[in-house]
């Protein structure tokens, strides 16, 4: 058996998944390994489309042919628990969930990847969900290939327009004022349009729309709930997604036209490569 296949079989994934996931990470590869390094490369998508695994993945496929590849989620950067309490006193109370474009230490994030593109080390962060608040960083590493996962990756700032309506209850009524709305965007439009720019390239996992995310992302929270011993509740996890709702939105909109590679996830996960225009 050899790599590839060893790597699938981890993932106790279904035969139909299996060989659509091995056909994708053969697809995937070959023009990867062909890039100019070093280089960040960009994994971006909703909940639950599986960023980190492929990029765990692809990391691990990459080191197999001798490059120095290590792979982080943007998640790594969330601010501290009482980071974002300031943040919620000082801006707007929605601030202190993790999450959106200004609950992450960007600039932390921007230098990292600029010294990855630099040849110098990195001490990788990492941020602990269970406990909600930043762990201990990996040690320092000089890489060839640094892969970034998150759920917003490349999503540009939106227009005033854009901005105007609601896209959910929680806009509605806890941000009437669009004050949180226009905070998280002014963020995006910053530093965090700044890290997209490094990333290149970006390939986006396309699910297929929002209900298939909520529902993704709560059978994700199941598993979490499995493993640690303790999860949101359904009423729960429903109210933490209403901030991801306006960016994932905008991201069927946006992406298109910006993201390198598209893969196509279809109601059971499986994905397609779509060819490039």
Known sequence: MNLLSAIISQLQLTPAAATAYQQLLRQLLKPLLALPRPVVIGITGAQGTGKSTLASVLTELLMSQGIAAGSVSLDDYYLSKAQRRQLAEKVHPVLAQRGVPGTHNIAQALADARAVLAGQPIALPQFDKALDEPAAALPAQ???????????????????????TPVNELEATTDADGRWRHYVNQQLAGLYAEYWRL?????????????????????????????????????????????????????????PAIASYTVLLDQQHLPTLLAAD
Do not use: N, Y
């Not at 396309?206 to 011993?229: F, I, M, T």
């Open 142 to 164: 000089t890489l060839d290939i640094l892969i970034v996962e998150g759920w917003c990756l490349g999503v540009p700032a939106q227009t005033e327009a854009e901005l105007a």
């Open 199 to 255: 990333m290149t390239p970006l390939i986006w996992l396309q699910a297929p729309d929002w209900d298939c995310v909520c529902r993704w992302r709560a059978q994700q929270e199941h598993k979490l709930s499995q493993s640690r011993g303790k999860g949101m509740t359904e009423a729960e996890l429903a109210r933490f997604m209403l901030p991801f709702q306006r960016l994932t939105l905008a991201s069927w909109q946006q992406l």
